[in-house]
């Protein structure tokens, strides 16, 4: 049975993520897991990260629409949670389920095609 029992969103926070970051968006790309929602939050004051995801889309290198935040300050882990945790008020339901990804971490099979 292919039944939607509940809706899921994926959180991706990024801190100079370098080399990793995308390995962890095609991950969600090839992912099983229906995310309803997919967000990005972009953290620190260069915007290397963000303008390597930019030109991934703009290569068409990928089939989802992520919701994009970014910060321009140096966050901690605890206060980039925070920032994103604000953002994301507005945008989902007291009974939203979340995915935390770290921009290392990957999606693995069974779960992904």
Do not use: C, W
């Not at 229906?34 to 290569?59: C, H, M, T, V």
């Not at 953002?87 to 770290?102: E, G, I, W, Y």
């Amino acid at each position: 049975m292919s039944e939607k029992l509940f809706d899921i969103s994926v959180i991706l926070p990024i801190f100079n993520g370098g080399e990793l970051f995308m390995d962890a968006i095609y991950s969600i790309e090839q992912s099983k897991i229906p995310f309803k929602n997919k967000f990005i939050s972009f953290n620190g004051e260069s915007d290397f990260d963000y303008q390597k995801f930019i030109n991934a889309i703009s290569k068409n290198s990928l089939k989802n629409s992520y919701t994009i935040f970014q910060t321009r300050k140096n966050l901690n882990a605890q206060d980039h949670a925070l920032f994103i945790l604000d953002k994301l008020k507005a945008l989902l339901n007291d009974h939203s389920l979340v995915f935390l990804l770290a921009h290392d971490d990957r999606i693995l099979p069974p779960n992904v095609d």
